[in-house]
């Protein structure tokens, strides 16, 4: 079975046993995230050099795992889905909780975000109703806050070349650029 190519954030995740991984975080991620599109959260239960068994954080029993193995060979350094059982118990209490990762990739944080730049993570907290730990938002906002202003400063290190452009192809016209 050939790595799945990165699917796009609106799809609908999927495990399916044999599914490959590149490396161990992103098969962690994929779990994650499955967990995250049913409304529920997982946890690592075992794990070693070669191996991770990812479980519900229910309080009541639940059958929902995936295990994850590294394959054993030379060339191939992938981690795959050994076995998995999808479906929780009915009796299963456990909620979804976004990581920080999760967060900044969600669009409704991003929205929450937009409406709100300069709000506190408490006011994100409430928009978000609830389905995060505050210290995790706030970071989640602090990443978004540092990617904004990164995108904002590569932006205005275009404008010189944009300019010593604009008078190469329109002769008559004056620009001037001041180093700050």
């Given amino acids: 079975m050939e790595p799945a190519p990165d699917a796009p954030s609106s799809a609908t995740p999927t495990l399916p046993k044999g599914m490959r991984f590149p490396d161990s975080k992103r098969a962690f991620y994929a779990v994650q995230d499955y967990a995250l599109h049913h409304n529920k959260q997982v946890k690592v239960a075992r794990r070693g050099g070669k191996h991770r068994k990812m479980v519900c954080t ?7 795992f995936v295990q994850l193995y590294l394959h054993n060979s030379k060339t191939d350094h992938t981690w795959y889905v050994s076995s998995a059982e999808l479906t929780h ?10 990581t920080q990762r999760q967060l900044v990739e969600s669009l409704s944080f991003q929205q929450a975000l937009a409406t709100t730049p300069n709000g506190t993570a408490a006011q994100l ?8 730990n505050l210290r995790t938002i706030y970071r989640a906002k602090q990443i978004m806050k540092r990617e904004v202003l990164s ?30």
């Fill in 89 to 98: 118990s009915p009796e299963c209490t456990s909620t979804a909780k976004p």
């Fill in 58 to 64: 229910s309080t009541a029993p639940c059958p929902f």
């Fill in 125 to 132: 907290l409430q928009q978000l109703k609830g389905k995060a």
């Fill in 151 to 180: 995108q904002v400063g590569s932006s205005f290190r275009k404008i010189p070349a944009l300019l010593r452009n604009f008078t190469e192809l329109n002769p008559g016209s004056f620009t001037r650029v001041y180093d700050i």
